[in-house]
Structures are given as C-alpha cells and as structure tokens.
C-alpha cells in the first residue's frame, strides 16, 4: 500500500490578507510531497478547527503576519483541546515578536518559524514529527501484538 | 554622463576590431590567471545575462536612438524625467506610509513627522478599517488600531486630520474596497474643520483590482469593485479637480514577489482597465489621464532598479500617445511615487536595513521622476516602526537629497550603455506582456481568471528558492550569518487600550445619533448601489448622519455580494 501522504491545513486568521508567505509554504509542502487545504482569509479560530476536523489533517500551519496572533491562535489551541483533537502538529509562521513565541510555545503550539526561516526547515521539521508518530504508532502495535 | 554619438558603420567596425583585441591581448590573459567569481552573472529578479562590458555597440543593436529613446526631460518619451529640470527644481516631496492606534495617536504621529521634516504621509488604516467593518465586528478583534489606525465614523475622521495644514502639501489615503466611505469622510471632515480641499492634494489608493491580486483586502466581487471605484474617480475629477482619484499601487504587486516585467505590466493592465471604465462614462482622455498616479516599488539590483523607472515613465506615454490617443503632456507625464524597501528588508541583522534603504533611496533618485518617495523604515520586519526608525528613514532621505549631489543633474545615468540596453528591454518585454493580458480580455478578466495570482505565486516560490538555496546572497540572512545573533531589536508596542478606546467611541457615538436619519441615508445608499447612480453623495450623507463604515459596507456587502477565491484564484 502506497504511504499515506501528510495532511497539512494551512489556515490565515482574523483579517490578516498577508498572503506571500502562506502560498510559498503550501508550494513547498506539496512539493515536499505532502498534502495541502488552504482555508482563504479572513477565518475565525472555530472554522480552522472546524476545517481541520473536515479534512482529518494532520499537521496545522497558522501564517500570521498583522500582529494579532495572540488574539487568535490561543482560542485555536483551546478549541483543538475542546474537540479533542489536540494531537495534531500545529505550528505558526510569520511575524512573530519574540515574547509572542514564548507564549505561543508555552500555551501549546509545537513552533514558531520567523520570518527568514527555510521553507525547507519547516518541511523537515513536519517529516520528523511525522516519522516519530510513524514510529510510535508502530510499537504500540507490535507491543499489542 | 551623455548619451554617444551613434557610430558610422566605419567606426563600428573599428570599435569590433577594438573589442576584438581587447578581448584576446587584454581580458583572456587576465581571466586565465585568475578566473571569474562566477560562471555567469545575471541581474537578481529578471535573470537577464549581464555582460563583462557594454559598449556603443551594443546601442547600435537595440536601434538606440537619442531622440525616440532618450529626449530631453519634461517632454517625450520621458525616459529623462517629467519636469524639464528634474530634482534641480525641486527634490521629490518625503513622505512616509504610517498609521496606528486611534485616529488621536495617530495625527500625534503625524503631526509629529510633519515637523521633523516630511512633506506629507500616508495614512495606513487598521485591516478592520480597510476591509469595511466596524470595530466590534467579531473579525475585528485584535486587529483594531492595530497596523494601522481605526477609522469608524466621521469623528474619528476629524480627530485623525487634526493636523499642522501649514505643513501639509500632500496626502495619500491607502483604502481600497471601502473608497467611497473612506473618500466621504474625509471630505465631511474636511467641511466640519473649515479647510478648503484645494489647500492641498489628496491622493487615493482606490485600486481594488490589485487586492484581488494579491494583498487580498477586497469585499465585493472585481466588477463591483471596479464600479465603486469608478465612482469615486468620476465624482472627484468633477468636484475636487486638484485630487489624484486613482493611484495604481504596483508596488504591492511587487511586494507580492512579481519581477519588475510583472509589476508594470500587471500595473499598466489594471490602471487601463479604470482608464477605460472612466473613458465609458463621457470623458475624454486628456481630461482624465492626468488623473492616474502609480506608486512602485525598489529593491536591491540597482540597474533593474533605475531601467524600471525610466522605462516606467516611457511606457506610459506611449500608451497614452499611441494607444488612447492623448494630446496634452499632461496626460502622458507619469505621475509616480518611489517606495524603496518593498521587499529584501531583513529580520536579521535589522540596521542592515538601513544601507539597503539607502542603496534603494539611491536608485530612486538616479532614475528621476518620482514626485514623491516614501521612507521605509529598518525595523519593519519586526512589528511597527519605532520612533527612532521613524527619524533614520527621514534622515536617510535627506542624506541622499543633500549629500550625494545625485539630484543636481536630471536622469545623471543616461547614455550608460548597460542602463540604455536594460531600459530598452524592460520597454519591450513590458508591452509583450501587456498585449498578452489584452488577449485575455485586459486585468479584470485576467483577475477573473487566476492569472495574474498563479503569475505570482510561481514568481515567490522562484524568489524564495533562490534565497534558501544560496544562489542570491543576503547579507545576514545566507551570507555572513551571525549564529549567535540576538535579534533582540527595540519594538514599538501597543497596547490592548486602542482597541478598547475605538469599541468605546463607537459605541457612545452609535448609542447618541439620530436612528431615524441613518436609516434613511442607508436607504439611499442601497437605492444607489442597485442602480447606477454614482455612489459618493449618497454616501456622503450616510457618513454626515454618523452611519458607521461598517453599516454603510454592510448594505453594498448585501447589494453586490462578498468575493471568495476559490483555489484557482487564490493563488495557493
């Protein structure tokens, strides 16, 4: 059976209309063989999640470059949780202040790239996390068995 | 630096067998001992071959002419500039693109600025402001007062222009889907201050087509938003004649990744797209071309840089010539704002920043003819500008205006023989791809169907590789990296208090107005957006009655229906 590919949802949040990143990283994440659904603008935190239970995906990427990440990037976490489905990878791109990271990482996103990260870096970092699962998922079976 | 003569074919000759010479006893020997840097050498967005020399020959190849090409400044073509005597007249006007918090800290900025030394700004609305909602619209939150200032209701509008109109010669409003609202606020403001709108030039942004493209801050489907700003275009052409109703804000497009080609050829397409709407209403062309402004943008290959703005210049006099048929100059004279920094700020390493500010600035005022430059700022990469920031992107301005003597000859690069090649080329690869968005049925139908989006969308990801991958050096960023780097750098910081000012002042000011009358005038709103009564008055009188932004969108929101890209026009 051919592997499945990994779903990634990338989401843009509130009116932030900032759009270069988002469509450089849904090429590079396609082209690094995953799959890719776009939400288009102006969404609130509800239908990311919403749109991520949906399409069963399994990595969430939130492109923010306004300056209103913290409004909304927590309420997604929260509402992750509330669904019970916060076992998705969910990292944050864009313009992001220091101190906000912090936050952001302590409040439950997996990581923060910065403008000037590699769009590379963050396919790789999403493969690693995904063999991981692989691999754990795959002990927890064969220790079933 | 004058142009050469064009050679006879006797001297032509010469010069190859000169060439020819120089070549073999002269650059071989020198290139086998110590090669060259690199295999081939490019310019860094167009890719076009860069040669080791460029001589009068290679002029004579491209068929450069003085007189078609070149001229003299103020007349045609306007390669050399718009004004007979370039920056010698007077240096280009110093604006800055600002805006943020409440419309009271931000005319505090402002006022500010315009005492340090700018001749005018730019007004940066908040995203809520620009995409036609109120301030308490569930989108809204934590974007209000955010990245730029809320503008709600008409007081917001007369606190906002609470300004030094001693100092003030030019103003630029960047709203684009909600421009009759944004037009008509500000001229009610203008009427409750006592201030005569002919003291000073507005200039409009109103170019919703190049949301649609790229920056993605639109409302209503493309048609609709070409009539809205149809409106304001006609309305402020027969009513306040000495504003610039239209402003093609190519360098958006150009932040959005597109080559300089793409920027002028998207940016052309669009700005004749309004043109024709505008030439269907009764005018003529030479009472509305004069009209049209564009504002572009500079990055790092200086070459590309100054070929861009001299080929910029000529091609919209000819097309304003040769394809619309004007007559008077005016209409032929480009109107154009420079915005160095669009792109190729760097996070790391910020004060960097400011060398490429001022290469970029440079640039701008080598190739001429911006009536206007904006300053960008060096910290823009991290959040909104510091204070500081502000004052280094002035000083940065009148380093290159009074210390470098760059604008003490009009267009001091011409007759360079690299310059003239690269103008020339720009010039025709420009119009090929103008004739093929003409084939398409011109920008708005090339909008509709996703091209100038999936133009682009390939053009980042070509930007981005070529970065990651090395093959473009960025100091800080590929070259010279500093692994220990602190990109600690001092930050403007704004409070949650804007945001909760703005909802205050809203809701008092919704709580105290006549129901009755904003009804009414919400009414005539919707009668005028069925049909095709100009949309400006009615919506003057909306804004008078203190309806708010929001309300006033809501009801052509209702009438034309919200655009929603579908993945073919979004880009991604």
Known sequence: ?145 | MTAAPRPSPDEDDRLEAAERRWRQDVLDPALARTGQRQEAFRTQQLHWPVQDVYTPRDLEAIGFDYLKDLGFPGEFPYTRGTTPGGYRQDFWKMLQVTGFGTAKDSSERWSKMLEQGLNGFIIEYDLPTTNGYDSDHPLAEGEVARAGTAIDTLPDMVQALDLPWDKLQHLNSVCNAPQPVNLAMILAALEEKGIDPASFTLQMSNAILIEYTCVGRYIYPPKHGLRIATDCIEYTIRNCPNWIPITVVSAQIYAARANPVQELAFGFSIAMEYLDATLERGFDIDEVAPYWSFVTGLEMDFMEAVSKLRAYRKIWARLMKERYGARKPESMELRLISSPGTTGLTLQQPLNNIARLAIQMLACAAGGGAYAITTPLHDEAHALPTEEAVRTGIAVQHIVAHETGIADTVDPFAGAYMLEVMTKRMEDEVMAEIEKIDAMGGALAAIEAGYFQKELARSQRARFSEIEDGVRKQVGVNHLVDPDEDRAIEVFKLGQEAERKQVDQLTRIRRDRDEEMVAKALERVREAAMGDENLVPPILDAVKALATQGEICDVMRDVFGVYHPDSLTSGV
């Open chain 1, 1 to 145: 059976m051919a592997e499945r590919k990994i779903r990634v949802l990338l989401a843009k949040l509130g009116l932030d209309s900032h759009t270069v990143g988002v469509t450089v990283i849904a090429q590079s994440l396609r082209d690094a063989g995953m799959e890719v659904i776009y939400t288009g603008l102006r969404q609130t935190p509800d239908m990311v999640v919403q749109a991520a239970l949906q399409e069963d995906v399994d990595v969430i990427g939130i492109s923010s470059l306004s300056g209103a990440q913290m409004q909304h990037i927590p309420k997604v976490l929260d509402k992750l949780r509330e669904e019970e489905i916060d076992d998705k990878l969910v990292v944050v791109g864009g313009v992001i202040p220091d101190e906000d990271a912090d936050s952001l990482l302590a409040s439950g996103v997996d990581r923060v790239f910065t403008m000037g990260a590699k769009t590379s870096e963050i396919a790789e970092f999403i493969r690693e996390w995904w063999d991981e699962q692989q691999s754990s998922h795959a002990s927890v079976s064969s220790e079933g068995a």
